[in-house]
Nanobody, 115 residues
Framework: QVQLVESGGGLVQAGGSLRLSCAAS????????MAWYRQAPGKQRELVAR???????YYADSVKGRFTISRDNAKNTMYLQMNSLTPEDTAVYYC?????????WGQGTQVTVSS
């Protein structure tokens, strides 16, 4: 079992920055990939960025060049640095940890970008 707790969301003006954190606990040694997803009102949950245990990264086209995903294995924490935010980035952001067969989700943190 893995427990995930997100933090760092909030209200920011367009052009601003936020850093999200996801603290993992439990069977963290079994985690292969960690990722950030987001879900805007009325839309499906979408993958924002993903990082593998070896350091590989993936970004959705909509956030490339603006968002940076990172992982501190010593602290069992994943981060998402979000710069140049736009109102289109407004959503609930979820942390996801993928093990071999199952994946786990955090409770989500709200990010609201005002124009």
């Amino acid at each position: 079992q893995v427990q995930l707790v997100e933090s760092g969301g909030g209200l920011v003006q367009a052009g601003g920055s936020l850093r999200l954190s996801c603290a993992a606990s439990g069977s963290t040694a079994s985690i292969s990939f960690m990722a950030w997803y987001r879900q805007a009102p009325g839309k499906q949950r979408e993958l924002v960025a993903r990082t593998g245990s070896g350091g590989s990264t993936y970004y959705a086209d909509s956030v490339k060049g603006r968002f940076t995903i990172s992982r501190d294995n010593a602290k069992n924490t994943m981060y998402l640095q979000m710069n140049s935010l736009t109102p289109e980035d407004t959503a609930v952001y979820y942390c996801n940890a993928k093990l071999t067969i199952v994946s786990y989700w955090g409770q989500g943190t709200q990010v609201t970008v005002s124009s």
